[in-house]
């Protein structure tokens, strides 16, 4: 908008540079000038008078004269100025028309007309000029009126329009459209905004339609655990009396069994896992902080190394914020990674810092690459070691890890050095 306002000053400065040249070269005095019949017969008068002897005051015109002998002495001037000279030569500079006076052959003097038509041309230079400024000023107030209106009609609404495109875009259809029936995009920005509220629509519905995925995800996953917890109690007391009943040698059927049971807990993990992360996604995933000793995570530590591969370092004796179950999970979930792709000892160590009680939890294993570490927590990122190894996964164990020590104050942050490490910072009381 202000560059067409730009334009309108720009073409109104040039149209008056315009004017201002054409009063000036038009004020430029230019040779050759015309007598009329009427100041011809009006020169005749005064010479006829002035050769009669006639008073030069009963000759009466609308111009001005002047009379004056051979020696441009003034004899006569219709204006009242009888003193100074006349010549003929300032008249034809001028351009006055004149005529000769006579007696007989001889010329006895001069009759001027004070006037070369500059009155004429100056009345009609200056109507020039008032109608070339009143045609400029009625075409810029034209000019900006039809920007005004352009403004109203076409660019404030088109601008309206384009910045709801934006809101659109951007994922925001709770505001609606202004309509204004008056202008160009009436009916368009009507159309527009019922757009938006189909939209809307089908995005709430979407909405409602994932969430109730989710939570049958969550519902199944739920129910899933008891059927699975009941395979392996059964793998486990099939186990138990196959050991009881063997009378030598090794039972092929303890390793499938075993086996079972294992299958058993991995289905396990994974449901655990996928019910975790579907109740983060329905903002179910709570936690309950309590302060405890810092010595439940010794015994978190215990239930989860089954290969009996950690070795752990001193653990200071302090209070710490935490929901117990929650941290159970976040260390379980590092531990059985560490199993299932390094299969290295595992060494812990700790360490007090600034409000945290700072855990290490170290394998030997390949690591992951640089450019992973700032994935390795992403919902379902599962890097190029994964696909080089025969192992399953999810993806979903150091996502859950991350976001419980999140929920919790905490912090978890990945290195690989000589083997992954996984830093914990668990808030103190």
């Known amino acids: 908008?202000?560059?067409?306002?730009?334009?309108?000053?720009?073409?109104?400065?040039?149209?008056?540079?315009?004017?201002?040249?054409?009063?000036?070269?038009?004020?430029r005095k230019i040779g050759g000038s015309s007598i009329s019949e009427q100041d011809v017969l009006f020169l005749n008068d005064i010479a006829y008078a002035v050769k009669e002897n006639d008073v030069l005051e009963s000759v009466k015109g609308d111009?001005?004269?002047?009379?004056?002998?051979?020696?441009?002495n003034?004899?006569?001037d219709s204006r009242g100025e009888q003193e100074g000279t006349f010549t003929v030569q300032t008249a034809i500079k001028n351009r006055y028309p004149y005529v000769a006076v006579t007696e007989g052959d001889r010329i006895t003097g001069y009759a001027i007309l004070i006037d070369d038509g500059a009155a004429v041309y100056n009345s009609m230079r200056l109507t020039i000029i008032v109608c070339l400024a009143i045609a400029g000023a009625l075409i810029i107030?034209?000019?900006?009126?039809?920007?005004?209106?352009?403004?109203?009609?076409?660019?404030?609404?088109f601008k309206k329009m384009e910045g709801f495109a934006s809101k659109v875009a951007e994922g925001n259809l709770d505001e609606p459209l202004e309509m204004d029936r008056h202008n160009v995009f009436g009916k368009f920005s009507e159309s527009f905004d019922i757009m938006r509220e189909e939209l809307k629509t089908s995005r709430e519905r979407e909405l409602q339609l994932q969430k109730k995925e989710r939570?049958?995800?969550?519902?199944?996953?739920?129910?899933?655990?008891?059927?699975?917890?009941?395979?392996?109690?059964?793998?486990?007391?099939?186990?138990?009396?196959?050991?009881?009943?063997?009378t030598s040698g090794e039972d092929p059927e303890?390793?499938?069994?075993?086996?079972?049971?294992?299958?058993?807990?991995?289905?396990?993990?994974?449901?655990?896992?996928l019910f975790s992360s579907t109740l983060d996604d329905l903002g179910e995933f709570k936690v309950n902080l309590t302060d405890e000793e810092s010595a439940v995570i010794s015994g978190i530590i215990k239930r989860y190394d089954d290969r009996l591969l950690v070795t752990e370092g001193e653990l200071p004796k302090v209070i710490i914020n935490v929901d117990v179950k929650r941290l159970s999970q976040?260390?379980?979930?590092?531990?059985?990674?560490?199993?299932?792709?390094?299969?290295?000892?595992?060494?812990?160590?700790?360490?007090?810092?600034?409000?945290?009680?700072?855990?290490?939890?170290?394998?030997?294993?390949?690591?992951?690459?640089?450019?992973?570490?700032?994935?390795?927590?992403n919902k379902f990122y599962r890097g190029r070691n994964w696909r080089e190894s025969e192992q399953d996964g999810n993806g979903l164990g150091l996502y859950i890890a991350n976001t419980l020590m999140q929920k919790m104050n905490g912090e978890l942050i990945p290195e690989s050095r000589g083997g992954l490490i996984i830093t914990l910072l668990i808030p103190l009381s």
């Not at 111009?63 to 441009?72: F, R």
């Not at 209106?149 to 076409?154: Q, S, V």
């Not at 199944?220 to 099939?238: A, C, F, N, R, V």
Request: charged content about 20%; aromatic content about 8%; cysteine-free.
């Open 1 to 27: 908008m202000r560059k067409f306002y730009k334009i309108i000053i720009l073409v109104a400065v040039i149209y008056l540079a315009g004017i201002a040249a054409f009063a000036f070269l038009s004020g």
């Open 63 to 72: 111009k001005d004269y002047v009379v004056t002998d051979t020696l441009g």
């Open 74 to 76: 003034v004899i006569y």
């Open 141 to 157: 107030l034209g000019a900006v009126v039809l920007v005004i209106y352009m403004d109203r009609n076409l660019i404030h609404p």
């Open 215 to 246: 939570e049958l995800v969550a519902s199944l996953s739920h129910d899933l655990k008891t059927p699975i917890t009941g395979i392996k109690l059964t793998t486990e007391l099939l186990k138990t009396k196959h050991e009881m009943n063997a």
């Open 254 to 273: 303890i390793e499938k069994l075993d086996n079972i049971w294992q299958k058993a807990d991995e289905i396990d993990n994974l449901v655990s896992d």
């Open 330 to 377: 976040v260390i379980g979930n590092i531990i059985t990674n560490s199993y299932k792709y390094a299969g290295t000892k595992i060494d812990v160590s700790y360490g007090l810092i600034d409000g945290f009680l700072e855990m290490k939890i170290r394998d030997y294993g390949p690591g992951v690459p640089e450019d992973e570490l700032s994935l390795i927590a």
